[in-house]
């Protein structure tokens, strides 16, 4: 049931394109909560949940995908969420700048990582744009490294009215040194999607979710690089933007689950988390659509490993997709028995799709069920060996009528104080590290509306303190977990060298992100 609402109040929802409907849905979230994932077993190599290609698959997956590409034309496009600013990567170093007043023992025992990011500040991509801009202001850095006023050199590197590192989003921060200049992860997007993303023309299409306020930066930098990188692979750039859409943003509530309001009276909104990205990723226009995060890119010397899996994985989903649409023409045009019972045995074994038990007697509803569950958007998702690393896990799930299916699962979504719960995610032998593969048209060509494929129970709700008071907000479903959780979906273990992320600035000086040390 919806509060009582001014008539400004309805001004804003509608301004916001947020039905008075969905608005009371999201209230009632808050009020009931969202119901967990029951988790039935991690899905492993050993269960059938994850599939190891072999070498000789591998090879066969990427000449397969080679050939659609060059021979039928398909159409290929990088989807990369890229809003973000990279505010979280410097958190311990805005920390540190604003309560170290050189008092060395707090130095030591408080802050480790920025004691290893200082020690270790010349081995970084930034650190000769970093020195230029002190220089400018008349200021030696390597003096005041010596002298221990490292608050200045960190507000250099973070300030707004210096390089601005603190406020960019991450994709324009330089990440990797080669010989005589450096690159951001735009650039090694670029040059990826040069290795496992041309068009049979040498068009690299390229689409970047971003903020309003990035999208002036990301043009910018796209018009500095572009004719280097296109002469360089022989490539033609076509590079889209889009943003969050407004009418994805949640309202937020206190800890009573009242309506918030801002100092001008205005309900306050906030943004649905990545999962609203599946309105953007359902307006992008291609046959096969690759998925990876803006922060996990490596230096030239180990992409070789990226380009082999990410063509294997996208040969192995225009396997799978062809065997459907076929399957799919031969359902419209009545299967007989012998083949709807091969059907059958396609969509359980290759796509883990449960099926019920017993099947329906008569064979029109067989056909009817199949013809369901097969005509749906499909996803690839490459897996790493679990290492520890914090985030989602491929898993087997039930929904409440008892139906197993294929998800990544994030923590939150879990009931981790449910023990039985809680162990068996632990078990969970590999990690998410968003390496997808995705097909959204149908049979026909025609694009899927990806809005119907979400399923709206798999949100949470997550809480922050503004000031005195608490705010409630509400994350939409993942856009890799419940926002594709009526998609088909096959796990592939992939290489940990695949999966190197950028989450703090430390994490730039693995020997992952520093060019042939």
């Known amino acids: 049931m919806l509060p009582s609402l001014s008539p400004d109040d309805l001004e804003q929802i509608a301004a ?58 398909l159409d290929v496009l990088k989807f990369v969420p890229a809003s973000g600013a990279a505010t979280r990567m410097f958190k311990e170093l805005f920390e540190f700048s604003s309560t170290y007043f050189g008092v060395s023992h707090n130095f030591e025992k408080e802050f480790p990582s920025v004691k290893e990011f200082l020690e270790n500040i010349r081995s970084f991509a ?36 210096y390089l601005a590192y603190g406020s960019l989003p991450k994709a324009l921060l330089k990440f990797h040194r080669y010989d005589g200049y450096a690159r951001t992860p735009i650039e090694e997007h670029i040059v990826e999607g040069a290795g496992y993303a041309r068009n049979a023309d040498g068009t690299v299409r390229l689409h970047f979710t971003v903020s309003p306020e990035h999208r002036d930066l990301f043009r910018k930098k796209i018009k500095e690089v572009a004719s280097h990188y296109e002469e360089e692979y022989n490539i033609k750039l076509n590079v889209s933007y889009s943003e969050q859409k407004h009418y994805t943003d949640t309202i937020a509530v206190n800890e009573r689950n009242e309506l918030l309001r801002d100092e001008d009276g205005r309900l306050v909104f906030r943004p649905g988390g990545h999962g609203a990205l599946i309105e953007n990723l359902g307006e992008c226009n291609a046959d096969i659509i690759f998925i990876k995060n803006i922060d996990n890119v490596v230096p030239d010397w180990l992409k070789h490993t990226t380009i082999v899996y990410k063509k294997a994985l996208a040969g192995l989903l225009l396997q799978l997709r062809e065997k459907s649409y076929g399957y799919i023409r031969e359902l419209k045009t009545r299967a007989d028995e012998q083949k709807v019972q091969e059907i059958a045995r396609f969509c359980s074994k290759q796509l883990h799709i449960d099926l019920p038990d017993p099947m329906p007697q008569s064979i029109v509803q067989r056909r009817k069920l199949l013809l369901q569950m097969l005509n749906r958007p499909l996803r690839v998702c490459g897996m790493v060996k679990n290492q520890g690393e914090p985030g989602g896990g491929p898993f087997f799930v039930v929904d409440n009528a008892g139906h197993r299916s294929l998800q990544i699962v994030e923590s939150a979504q879990v009931n981790l104080r449910n023990p039985a719960q809680q162990e068996l995610f632990t078990q969970s032998t590999h990690f998410n590290p968003v390496d997808l593969v995705c097909s959204t048209r149908d ?75």
């Open 443 to 517: 049979y026909r060509g025609r694009r899927f509306d990806l809005r119907k494929y979400v399923d709206p129970k798999t949100g949470f709700i997550s809480k922050k303190s503004k000031g005195a008071t608490t705010l409630k907000s509400q994350e939409l479903p993942g856009l890799w977990n419940g926002a594709m959780a009526f998609w088909n979906t096959v796990f592939v273990e992939v290489p940990l060298a695949t999966f190197n992320p950028v989450k703090t600035v430390n994490d730039l000086l693995r020997k992952e992100h520093r060019e042939g040390d």
């Open 126 to 161: 930034f650190w000769d744009d970093l020195g230029k801009k002190m220089e400018s202001s008349g200021l030696d850095i390597n003096e005041y490294l010596k002298s221990g006023d490292y608050t200045t050199v960190i507000n250099y590197l973070l300030g707004e009215r």
């Open 16 to 73: 916001q394109g947020i039905s008075t409907e969905e608005l009371a849905r999201q209230i009632e979230n808050f009020r009931e909560g969202f119901p967990p994932i029951q988790l039935s077993e991690p899905a492993t190599i050993a269960n059938g949940g994850i599939t190891q290609l072999s070498d000789k698959e591998i090879a066969r997956c990427i000449d397969l995908y080679d050939k659609q590409v060059a021979k039928k034309g």
